[in-house]
């Protein structure tokens, strides 16, 4: 069973940065891509950036140039991050990494400002990210 872990989530004012870490654990993908996706109270799960394990990336429109997406990989865990800054009210949400099998990265990854779509197949439980202005 795929387990992936979300944390750096937090409080912080307009402007503000935060780093998201998402830890992944117990997959046997050998090819695969992961992303963030978010979730605002009352609207629909978004998704926010994705990456393959080529390093090939993918940003909403509305968070290109703020925040960065890395993925690193050791011998015991895969760990996806998401660098954020300039952080707006709006970037308030629940945010959730989510993990595909390579055979369907290429459409997942295009997909991303459009639809979150089925192919993630396995997602962590979420953080909670709060922006005041």
């Known amino acids: 069973q795929v387990h992936l872990i979300e944390s750096g989530g937090g409080s912080v004012q307009a402007g503000g940065s935060l780093r998201l870490s998402c830890a992944a654990s117990?997959?046997?993908?050998?090819?695969?891509?992961m992303g963030w996706f978010r979730q605002a109270p009352g609207k629909e799960r978004e998704g926010v950036a994705a990456?393959?394990?080529?390093?090939?990336?993918?940003?909403a429109d509305s968070v290109k140039g703020r925040f960065t997406i890395t993925m690193s990989k050791d011998s015991a865990q895969n760990t996806l991050s998401l660098q954020m800054t300039s952080l707006k009210p709006e970037d308030t949400a629940m945010y959730y990494c989510?993990?595909?099998?390579?055979?369907?990265?290429?459409?997942?990854?295009?997909?991303?400002?459009?639809?979150?779509?089925?192919?993630?197949?396995?997602w962590g439980p979420g953080t909670q990210v709060n922006v005041s202005s």
């Open positions: 117990e997959f046997t993908y050998n090819n695969y891509c």
């Open positions: 990456i393959d394990i080529n390093g090939r990336t993918n940003y």
């Open positions: 989510a993990i595909a099998p390579g055979n369907v990265c290429m459409t997942a990854i295009q997909a991303l400002g459009r639809m979150v779509g089925p192919w993630y197949k396995y």
